[in-house]
T-cell receptor, first 112, second 114 residues
Framework: QQQVKQSPQSLIVQKGGISIINCAYENTAFDYFPWYQQFPGKGPALLIAIRPDVSEKKEGRFTISFNKSAKQFSLHIMDSQPGDSATYFCAASWGGSEKLVFGKGTKLTVNP | DTEVTQTPKHLVMGMTNKKSLKCEQHMGHRAMYWYKQKAKKPPELMFVYSYEKLSINESVPSRFSPECPNSSLLNLHLHALQPEDSALYLC?????????????FGPGTRLTVL
């Protein structure tokens, strides 16, 4: 019940294309959904986060879409660039918890 | 200052050695975390300190010993590690604990146990 299922495991996109990464969860107590970006040899960095009272949040080229009834959320990267090549982790947390439940990650490669 | 720093960047140690990892933040955050990350895997939570007190220990073996000397510093003392403990050790901090508190991660210490 505490799992977050992330897909795909890897993704290859051409420069300028749209990258889409999906996550699904079962625990309806989750109320905070962040996305992290991690480059090789670096720590994860928070990209964007959403709460279930909002269906979409956009920051620059990055958009989170949230479907509460389907218990799914996704990250869309518009106009993908080679510099976006990294591993992306979705995560979830629940009220008052210090813990983040991470998805297994998606390795994104953007070809020039 | 909006970063979490970790030293050393790399550490190689034998199974009988004692070493320590250090983490520092000057953002006034009151929660600090240790994570372990294996290659191609997500970070795994090890310990959480909230207001300098240990609040979560995720059943981590006693060969890992955390310490929070003050609100800005977090140490991880290592003793008698096993080769399978080789991993990237990440420190993170947040303003406080609880949902929605953005966790800022450091760059990590790459640990190799021989």
């Amino acid at each position: 019940q505490q799992q977050v299922k992330q897909s795909p495991q890897s993704l290859i996109v051409q420069k300028g294309g749209i990258s889409i990464i999906n996550c699904a969860y079962e625990n309806t107590a989750f109320d905070y959904f962040p996305w992290y970006q991690q480059f090789p040899g670096k720590g994860p960095a928070l990209l964007i986060a959403i709460r279930p009272d909002v269906s979409e949040k956009k920051e620059g080229r990055f958009t989170i879409s949230f479907n509460k009834s389907a218990k799914q959320f996704s990250l869309h990267i518009m106009d993908s660039q080679p510099g976006d090549s990294a591993t992306y982790f979705c995560a979830a947390s629940w009220g008052g918890s210090e813990k983040l439940v991470f998805g297994k990650g998606t390795k994104l490669t953007v070809n020039p | 200052d909006t970063e979490v720093t970790q030293t050393p960047k790399h550490l190689v140690m034998g199974m009988t050695n004692k070493k320590s990892l250090k983490c520092e933040q000057h953002m006034g955050h009151r929660a600090m975390y240790w994570y372990k990350q294996k290659a191609k895997k997500p970070p795994e939570l090890m310990f959480v300190y909230s207001y300098e007190k240990l609040s979560i220990n995720e059943s981590v073996p006693s060969r890992f010993s955390p310490e929070c000397p003050n609100s800005s510093l977090l140490n991880l003392h290592l003793h008698a590690l096993q080769p399978e403990d080789s991993a990237l050790y990440l420190c993170a901090s947040s303003q406080d604990t609880g949902t929605g508190r953005e966790q800022f991660f450091g760059p990590g210490t790459r640990l190799t146990v021989l």
